[in-house]
């Protein structure tokens, strides 16, 4: 079993920025890849950002791609999402997801199997 917390969401202005933090239990953290997914109103869960077990490997979903970067600290079981430049369009719920199955990173929600319970981000123009 995994369980994951997430924290840093908020209201921020169009090109500010916020860091999100996953903090992980349970299982051996350094071991499985982690992702964030976000899900805006009435629209489907969307893939954000992924990183393996080592944190040597990421990918990005193309809309983030150079305003959001994803790491780890595996000392600390925990994993962060630093978003940049935020724009109205990223304002979603966002979760951190647990690939205990896979080391690699990967963006198919189907490959998560723990996911955290979400935080809102507001993003106003």
């Known amino acids: 079993q995994v369980q994951l917390v997430e924290s840093g969401g908020g209201l921020v202005q169009a090109g500010g920025s916020l860091r999100l933090s996953c903090a992980a239990s349970?299982?051996?953290?350094?071991?499985?890849?982690m992702g964030w997914f976000r899900q805006a109103p009435g629209k489907e869960r969307e893939f954000v950002a992924a990183?393996?077990?080592?944190?040597?490997?990421?990918y990005y979903a193309d809309s983030v791609k150079g305003r959001f970067t994803i790491s780890r600290d595996n000392a600390k079981n925990t994993v962060y999402l630093q978003m940049n430049s935020l724009k109205p369009e990223d304002m979603a719920v966002y979760y951190c997801?647990?690939?205990?199955?896979?080391?690699?990173?990967?963006?198919?929600?189907?490959?998560?199997?723990?996911w955290g319970q979400g935080t809102q981000v507001t993003v106003s123009s």
């Open positions: 349970g299982r051996t953290f350094s071991s499985y890849a």
């Open positions: 990183i393996s077990w080592s944190g040597g490997s990421t």
């Open positions: 997801a647990a690939s205990t199955g896979l080391s690699i990173a990967t963006q198919y929600p189907s490959r998560y199997d723990y």
